[in-house]
């Protein structure tokens, strides 16, 4: 029997707050599909005091932003993209396309084609995430999309922090966000924009007087990000239905309580909604982890965020087995799950549901994050449940195609789609298999005789 030492704030409250979201975002994006790069620009300056002459930046200011940063940002940039682009390229060879004779003269077939465009959106402000622009940007290329626009809010500035706290104040001034933009150059994006938050995501998916739309929009974001693409789903394509950023940590009385804490925090400082959970068959190990993370917190620069996510959002829970371990794991269906146990391995026999597995201490959700390879795009909110994380096949539609040229085959399937549509009371399914046979053995049609 489970039991908890630590609850998260009930589930009413994380509803009640999207409500708000939801409007706000129907509201801008009505806007801009009326007024275009005007509602643009109006909502850029509104929520990121950003304005300039074009938000698209030009091959040469790209070189010149480029070249400001340090060789080894672009080093390690480029070894990450390697990394990312090796496991994509891995993905898309497990892909088969093929031609089968299923009957004499009967070819099916299937292809995968890349989607025409795609947009990659890169969250920024705050705390740019260059590794984004890694995930979505060098696996749509792998995938063969021909153009990638790639979207990225201005940085806003940090200010010193006030003597004895942790934290800093934000600037509201946005300045160009260097790093991201060096990263979503040599990703091998297309089109590079500085501009963030639902007026990007509207703005790619409905297309303005400047920006041409894309088919399929993959990228994490806050809140409003995130609403603004599942509002626009189906219109558009997107990667998948996300929210905040999730870890699950299992553990057992193996498992360093240090360790499980400095993990925990490590996703908490995402975001003020991040959850952060911790599952383990020991006590001990649950009350030194809640111990640690308390001790740790306090000194943290990103506690602003870390604090109030774990605060609101942490959860310790203590099981009497591995067995349940696994089992309300399965139950969480989070985003990250990390196995601190003997056998981590374990897990890829025991669980069903979750975005990515990070197997024992050597791996932590950080690795995957920033600089493993495998991607970081994954499902939150128990969207576990039913798909997985961003990879290069999301870039592909898989089609099929069929052909018939022998006259046997044809008179055979059209014989069969006659009595089965007519089963249905599909007269015009029928006739149009009628006439596949009367070409190909001479059939009678009545119902065109008559």
């Not at 969480?332 to 146990?341: N, R, S």
């Not at 201490?361 to 994050?369: A, I, K, L, N, R």
């Not at 939150?380 to 089609?399: E, H, N, P, S």
């Not at 009595?419 to 599909?426: G, P, Q």
């Amino acid at each position: 029997m489970a039991e908890i030492l630590k609850h998260a704030v009930p589930k009413a409250e994380v509803a009640a707050s999207l409500d708000q979201v939801r409007e706000t975002v129907a509201g801008v994006i009505a806007d801009i599909r009326e007024r275009g790069d005007a509602a643009v620009r109006e909502y850029s300056e509104k929520f990121d005091k950003w304005s300039p002459g074009s938000f698209r930046l030009t091959a040469e200011e790209v070189e010149k932003i480029v070249a400001s940063v340090p060789q080894q940002v672009i080093d390690d940039i480029t070894f990450v993209q390697e990394q990312v682009r090796n496991f994509a390229r891995h993905q898309l060879d497990s892909l088969g396309e093929f031609e089968i004779e299923t009957l004499p003269g009967v070819r099916l077939g299937q292809k995968h084609i890349p989607v025409q465009a795609a947009g990659a959106y890169i969250p920024g402000g705050r705390y740019p995430l260059t590794a984004s622009a890694h995930m979505t940007i060098v696996t749509a290329k792998v995938a063969g999309v021909p153009r990638v626009v790639a979207c990225t809010p201005p940085t806003r500035r940090p200010t010193a922090a006030p003597q004895g706290r942790a934290t800093r104040g934000w600037l509201d001034s946005g300045e160009i966000p260097a790093a991201t933009v060096a990263a979503m150059h040599l990703a091998g994006a297309d089109e590079i924009w500085l501009l963030g938050g639902v007026q990007a995501v509207a703005a790619m998916a409905v297309g303005t007087a400047t920006m041409e739309p894309v088919n399929l929009i993959a990228g994490p974001g806050n809140a409003y990000v995130a609403e603004a693409k599942r509002q626009l789903f189906g219109e558009i394509g997107i990667d998948l239905f996300a929210g905040p950023t999730e870890i699950l940590v299992l553990a057992d009385d193996q498992a360093d309580p240090f360790v499980c804490a400095v993990d925990l925090l490590s996703q908490a400082e995402h975001g003020p909604d991040s959850p952060a959970v911790l599952i383990t068959t020991s006590r001990e190990v649950a009350k030194k982890t809640i111990a640690e993370v308390e001790r740790i917190l306090p000194g943290m620069p990103t506690r602003d965020y870390a604090e109030p996510a774990w605060r609101n959002h942490g959860q310790v829970h203590v099981v009497g087995s591995v067995d349940e371990l696994y089992g309300l794991a399965d139950a969480f269906a989070f985003e990250h799950v990390e196995v601190l146990t003997a056998e981590p391995r374990l897990a890829l026999e025991r669980m069903t549901q979750y975005g990515a597995l990070f197997l024992g201490e050597g791996t932590c959700v950080s690795f995957g994050d920033k600089v493993i390879g495998t991607n970081h795009v994954l499902p939150t909110r128990g969207a576990a449940r039913y798909t997985g994380g961003l990879w290069v096949g999301k870039y592909l539609k898989t089609v099929t195609y069929q052909e018939v040229t022998d006259t046997a085959s044809q008179a055979l399937l059209g014989r069969l789609c006659g009595r089965a549509s007519r089963v249905e009371l599909f007269e015009g399914h029928a006739r149009s298999g009628d006439v596949r046979a009367a070409r190909a053995a001479g059939d009678a049609l009545p119902w065109h005789e008559a």
